[in-house]
């Protein structure tokens, strides 16, 4: 999942496990018969696009995780008590202790 804190090498991998399978793809068209010029780069024209589109999904996926994240910690601040008072509180109660009789 992208939520593993390491999002792109979760691409990288996605994106060389895709390579490869293209690759196997393409040797045995090759196999199967000579391909025309023209029909190859067609196919790589659409392997390409098909690259491309899911690295777009990736990316989206990416922002809608880190919007999520986000939404997460502002209500997690939110929830949190009032720091800067608490701070106050525990200085004044710290000095007050440590003030000579």
């Known amino acids: 999942s992208l939520s593993d804190g390491q999002p792109s090498q ?12 293209t690759s196997i793809c393409a040797k ?3 196999v199967k018969k000579e391909v025309p010029t023209e ?3 067609n196919t790589s024209e659409t392997v390409r696009q098909m690259l491309q589109d899911e ?3 990736l990316v989206q996926l990416q922002q809608i995780n880190f919007i999520s994240l986000m939404q ?3 209500s997690s601040f939110a929830n949190l008590p009032d720091v800067q008072q608490i701070l106050q509180q525990y200085q004044s ?5 440590h003030q000579p009789a």
């Open 55 to 57: 690295m777009f999904k």
């Open 10 to 21: 979760t691409i990288v991998s996605t994106m060389s496990s895709v390579a490869s399978n």
């Open 28 to 30: 045995k068209q090759d």
């Open 39 to 41: 029909e190859k780069l």
């Open 93 to 97: 109660v710290h000095l007050e202790g």
């Open 72 to 74: 997460i910690v502002q």
